[in-house]
């Protein structure tokens, strides 16, 4: 495929240990530890009251990273890429836990935070966007399916694209079959030209090349078990201005390489 590039010019990060970027930043540059401890997800105060009661964790969590990454930004008017590799865990358990006893009647919320665009929904309503809006699933591989749907918006529409990519846990007995160990995941904003906010340049094709292997042996299995932290090995590159490239994990048999340059 042809390369696609952009201007990262905002990351928002959560994960278990890691409660946004700067914190991750400083991990993966080595200069702090990384302790483990359950994600810290932030509450959704651009919500209304109502919808505030109602949002799920991974609502919290997708809406935390986007507000991370555009911080500063009017972000009305950010085209968004939201893509999960199953979405809201909890809530797909209480639905199950239900609909296994004799009153079937599932409630309203949990009924509309079913959905795998809930989280989009949700940013609609807290920033008031009218602008477009893709909700992507792509299993594992849905960091990358996120990655490039919004370098294309940005490449092709010429339009500032906002990703948030994320995952929920399951809680037994599904976390028996999908093991993912808490809720995470990633926020770019991605711009079409340089501005004095950008961080960095990135450019990103398809690949039939090997994955490469990920040396930093503390946060490894968060990215292995995380599907939206795939791109883990490239914000390393980044936190550390080591400027060149990686292969990241993506679909079976075809890989995402990626180029993080000085903007």
């Known amino acids: 495929m042809t390369p696609l590039t952009a201007w990262i010019n905002g990351i928002g990060l959560i994960a278990p240990g890691l409660p946004d ?4 930043r ?47 930004d009017d972000v009305a008017r950010l085209a968004t890429v939201f893509t999960a590799s ?14 296994a006893t004799e009153d079937r009647h599932i409630s309203p919320t949990r009924f509309h935070n079913s959905v795998h665009n ?7 309503i807290a920033t008031k966007s009218m602008a477009p809006c893709q909700v992507l699933c792509a299993y594992d591989g849905s960091f990358g399916a996120g990655l490039l749907d919004a370098l294309g918006q940005v490449v092709l529409d010429q339009q ?10 399951y809680p037994e007995p ?25 961080l960095a340049r990135l450019t990103a094709w398809t690949t039939d ?30 936190a550390r201005a080591e400027w060149g ?6 679909l079976p048999g075809l890989q995402l390489a990626v180029r993080i340059e000085a903007a």
């Not at 970027?21 to 991750?24: I, K, Q, V």
């Not at 994600?39 to 105060?45: E, G, I, N, Y």
């Not at 599904?174 to 950008?198: N, Q």
């Not at 490239?245 to 993506?250: I, K, P, T």
């Open 245 to 250: 490239e990686a292969c990241l994990d993506y």
């Open 209 to 238: 090349a090997s994955a490469t292997p990920w040396q930093h042996a503390t946060l490894e299995p968060l990215r292995a078990s995380v599907p939206a932290l795939r791109g883990l090995p490239m914000l390393e590159r980044l």
């Open 86 to 99: 199953g979405s809201d865990g909890h809530n797909c358990h209480a639905i199950c836990e239900q609909l």
């Open 26 to 72: 400083a991990v993966l540059r080595g200069e702090a530890p990384w302790v483990t401890a359950p994600s810290v997800l932030p509450v959704p105060a651009l919500l209304p009251p109502a919808e505030r009661r109602r949002a799920s964790r991974v609502i919290k969590l997708a809406l935390g990273l986007g507000l991370e990454a555009a911080a500063g």
């Open 118 to 124: 809930a989280p989009a929904g949700y940013w609609g």
């Open 21 to 24: 970027w700067p914190s991750a």
């Open 174 to 198: 599904l976390h028996g079959v999908r093991p993912l160990p808490d809720c995470a995941g990633v926020g770019l904003l991605l711009e079409p030209v340089a501005t004095p906010r950008s």
């Open 160 to 169: 500032s694209t906002l990703l948030m990519a994320y995952d929920s846990e």
